[in-house]
Structures are given as C-alpha cells and as structure tokens.
C-alpha cells in the first residue's frame, strides 16, 4: 500500500538555472546532491554506463523534488506542452499569486496567463515555466 507521495523526479538540462529557480523562486533548500554512477543506478535506471546527478531539494514542510541532470545518456529538451499525455507539472500553493506573477515577470520567467479566478472563486491560478520546460502551477486558495 503506498504511504506517501515521496517526490517528484525532473530531468534538468542546466542544473544551475533549475537550482536557482527552485531555491530562490520557489522557495526549496537543497537537502542533499549527488553523483550517482555504477551498477545500482546502471541497473535502476536500466542503463550502461550511467552517470546523474541528483539533488533532492525539500519545503519547510517535508516536501521533496529531486533534479537529475545526466552528463551521459543526455537527450535534447523538448517543447512541452501543458497537454502532453502523461505528468505535465507540478502545482504548488502559495500565499500570494499576483505578487509571485508580477515578480517572477520582472525576472523573464514565462507563463502561461496572468492569473485568474477559478469560476467558482476558491482560487486564483497562474502557470508558469521552469528553466527546463517544466510547468508550475501557483494557486492561490481564495475560500477554504
């Protein structure tokens, strides 16, 4: 039986540009980095030859992603689209979306749309992109 959501995995193509948003943007600390290499990581990945790098990021409140950046095994980033098939991103409550959009605009980061309240007014919703394409969801709950 699964007891938790442990983390979100992200595959980043510049580890420093994912590092900077995640931690000065969004708000998570790095927890613990890693390079990974050899038959554990060859075999859980089911690759030759691996090498990754991981960092487990976490919020104050225990919540975890994790970045790998693969200096081997390296492919092109790919245009995403917020309906690709699969998981398409990450949706994080904050305190203030107008606040987060107006900063996060000065910085050149992209979104989607300007914020806007859902129709039945419980929150405000604005999406964003990460450095690697990733899509980030901001909502701001309105009503409880």
Known sequence: MIINIRHAGIVVFDLEASLKFYTEKLGFQVSK???????????VLGFK???????????????????????????????????NVGLTHLA?????????YNSFISDGIEFISNPRTSPDGFVKVAFCKAPEGT????????KE
């Not at 980095?33 to 075999?43: C, L, Q």
């Not at 976490?58 to 950046?69: H, T």
């Open 135 to 142: 899509y980030i969801e901001l909502v701001e709950l309105l």
């Open 33 to 43: 980095k890693m390079n990974e290499s050899g038959v554990f990581i060859d075999k």
């Open 92 to 100: 994080f409550t904050v305190d203030n979306v107008d606040v987060i």
């Open 49 to 83: 030859g691996l090498e990754v790098t991981t960092v487990k990021m976490i919020l104050g409140n225990g919540q975890m992603i994790e970045l790998l950046d693969f200096s081997t095994h390296r492919k092109e980033k790919i245009k995403k689209s917020i309906n």
